[in-house]
């Protein structure tokens, strides 16, 4: 029996060594996405340019749109941020079509003109804010093995937009907690890690100091990890979180936080991953999408990037891999995000932030010439 099976050994050997050109297929083959019936139709997407480098680099979006023939149809609404509030006309489209593409809107500093961004964000109750900040092949930065999730409450805490000056000199401006808002934003990030294959996630907190705000906002983080127990929970202090990340910033991989502390991690999260001109992000709800740059510092660019026309629109793109995901059209999402890091890692078109001296144009070029 033993001589008899030399061959068959031989035979099945020389077979996996040599597979056939059907094995060669079935073995290459990826899972595919099997959409509905009419999941192809294109999408309305409400599209606002913005202020500054916005419209530079809400076009590049569009251009690489129409080459990739996505799925999508842009309808522009015109919004800047020295406007009161924003037009009735926008908030109507975004409601309708549900998903929305924006450039920064500048936000005047002092006087009493309120944030377009926060009015959104309110008006359509986009309680989640989140910005991916990761390492870009080709990119070099002073960490490696960075890949964080900020999640961030975004409708109160210090946003809240309750200030007054009690007598003359002196203002008071309160922020808001409360256990409903902190309790979705936490379930939000559990469930984010939970389909995401995260493995833990990080509540962001000062309840040394705030003992009742963000005590509950940390009582609500708290009772929702108990329903993931697959999933690890800590809690940092947010002065000890930023120096953490600047020092170990690969320890970190899904955060959950306040408003205000989350912007401030966010942008910090960015510049240690390559700058916020490559993080992309979006502001999410139960029945409504915003997508833009992740991190807030830098969106609105200054004078002179939008004469030379000189705008990074790497986050905006990847954040607009991001909305075709949203809108279940992933593999539009995996080639343009694939272009992308491709453009990147070649290292031959970049912006000045990148190291490079390319034009918004240039590196549009590039991203359409890279997709397959």
Wanted: aromatic share 6%.
């Amino acid at each position: 029996m033993a001589r008899r099976s030399i061959p068959v050994l031989k035979k099945l050997l020389s077979s996996s060594q040599n597979p056939s050109p059907c094995s060669r297929f079935t073995s290459r083959r990826s899972v595919t996405y099997m959409p509905r019936p009419g999941d192809g139709a294109p999408r309305a997407v409400t599209l606002i340019p913005g202020d500054g480098i916005g419209p530079l680099v809400t076009g590049a979006v569009e251009q690489v749109m129409e080459a990739m023939h996505a799925p999508v149809y842009f309808e522009r609404y015109e919004a800047h941020g020295d406007m009161k509030k924003v037009p009735a006309e926008v908030i109507e489209s975004i409601k309708k079509n549900k998903v929305c593409l924006k450039g920064g809107l500048a936000t005047p500093m002092g006087g009493g003109v309120s944030s377009l961004n926060v009015q959104l964000r309110k008006e359509l109750d986009l309680y989640a804010s989140l910005v991916n900040c990761f390492n870009l092949p080709g990119l070099p930065t002073r960490h490696e093995n960075v890949d964080i999730v900020v999640i961030r409450e975004n409708t109160e805490g210090e946003y809240s937009g309750l200030e007054h000056e009690v007598v003359p000199g002196v203002v008071e401006s309160l922020k808001v907690i409360t256990k409903f808002c902190s309790e979705r934003i936490a379930k939000y990030a559990f469930e984010y890690a939970y389909l995401n294959n995260r493995k833990k996630v990080t509540a962001v907190h000062k309840a040394n100091i705030m003992k009742l705000a963000d005590g509950l906002f940390l009582e609500s983080c708290r009772e929702v990890a108990t329903k993931y127990p697959g999933i690890k929970y800590n809690e940092i202090i947010v002065d000890n979180c930023c120096m953490q990340l600047v020092s170990k910033p690969e320890q970190f991989d899904v955060m959950v936080t306040p408003n205000l502390y989350g912007n401030l991690v966010a942008n910090t999260a960015a510049g240690i991953a390559g700058g916020t001109g490559v993080m992309p992000g979006g502001n999410v709800g139960a029945d409504h999408a915003i997508f833009e740059q992740g991190a807030s510092a830098g969106n609105v660019g200054n004078e002179k990037i939008v004469e030379q026309k000189k705008a990074n629109p790497v986050a905006l793109l990847l954040s607009s891999a991001m909305m075709l995901r949203h809108l279940q059209f992933p593999s539009f999402a995996d080639r343009l995000e694939t272009a992308v890091k491709r453009v990147i890692s070649e290292g031959k078109y970049r912006t000045k932030d990148l190291g490079g001296q390319s034009s918004t144009q240039e590196v549009v070029d590039a991203v359409i010439a890279a997709l397959d």
